[in-house]
T-cell receptor, first 115, second 113 residues
Framework: DADVTQTPRNRITKTGKRIMLECSQTKGHDRMYWYRQDPGLGLRLIYYSFDVKDINKGEISDGYSVSRQAQAKFSLSLESAIPNQTALYFC??????????????FGQGTRLTVV | AQSVTQLGSHVSVSEGALVLLRCNYSSSVPPYLFWYVQYPNQGLQLLLKYTSAATLVKGINGFEAEFKKSETSFHLTKPSAHMSDAAEYFCAVSRGGYNKLIFGAGTRLAVHP
């Protein structure tokens, strides 16, 4: 089983609809992130969270919101989806207890298409 | 502000040839640098990371990267390409206490027979 699980893996939705992407992890990590991948742009940070009570905006948070329901769960919502939110979305985790700058562990991604 | 530039969005090599993927960073403080690989329809997997312990870093699958402060570079190399190396490769720098990653635009590596 994957350590970082994203659901759904693929989703097509209509403009204006609300949609939630879910992420759960079994790694016991405290930090969680949502990234968006677009061709030619790499990955860009949408939101990140240090723990359940800590939520922070990343570089492209407009049009998105998140919820950290538990240490292991971090959901991303698009309140009113628009076509330019069509992208590949990744959830990632890292562990602050290892000290320094440790690597992030990524889920397999959710491919979202807004029509 | 920190940023990452990957030169060449597409690189094509022959099987058995040297792989060289370029990454330059800008950072006002000593950086922590990473190379990730993304195979088709998969998430990102760490290849290697530089955290100031050694300038030549060895990673998985025969890849290595050398940190050159004077050139602000962290190029990824592999002596002999294999067909299974075909993927997209991302260079990233870590920023801030939350270990936020700043990614380059990526380089897609094609390996042909």
């Amino acid at each position: 089983d994957a350590d970082v699980t994203q659901t759904p893996r693929n989703r097509i939705t209509k403009t204006g609809k609300r949609i939630m992407l879910e992420c759960s992890q079994t790694k016991g990590h405290d930090r969680m992130y949502w990234y968006r991948q677009d061709p030619g742009l790499g990955l860009r940070l949408i939101y990140y969270s240090f723990d359940v009570k800590d939520i922070n905006k990343g570089e492209i948070s407009d049009g998105y919101s998140v919820s950290r329901q538990a240490q292991a769960k971090f959901s991303l919502s698009l309140e009113s989806a628009i076509p330019n939110q069509t992208a590949l979305y990744f959830c990632a985790t890292s562990d602050s207890r290892t000290g320094g700058y440790t690597e992030a562990f990524f889920g397999q991604g959710t491919r979202l298409t807004v029509v | 502000a920190q940023s990452v530039t990957q030169l060449g969005s597409h690189v094509s090599v022959s099987e058995g040839a040297l792989v060289l993927l370029r990454c330059n960073y800008s950072s006002s403080v000593p950086p922590y640098l990473f190379w990730y690989v993304q195979y088709p329809n998969q998430g990102l997997q760490l290849l290697l990371k530089y955290t100031s312990a050694a300038t030549l870093v060895k990673g998985i699958n025969g890849f290595e990267a050398e940190f050159k402060k004077s050139e602000t570079s962290f190029h990824l190399t592999k002596p002999s390409a294999h067909m299974s190396d075909a993927a997209e490769y991302f260079c990233a720098v870590s920023r801030g206490g939350y270990n936020k990653l700043i990614f380059g635009a990526g380089t897609r590596l094609a390996v042909h027979p």
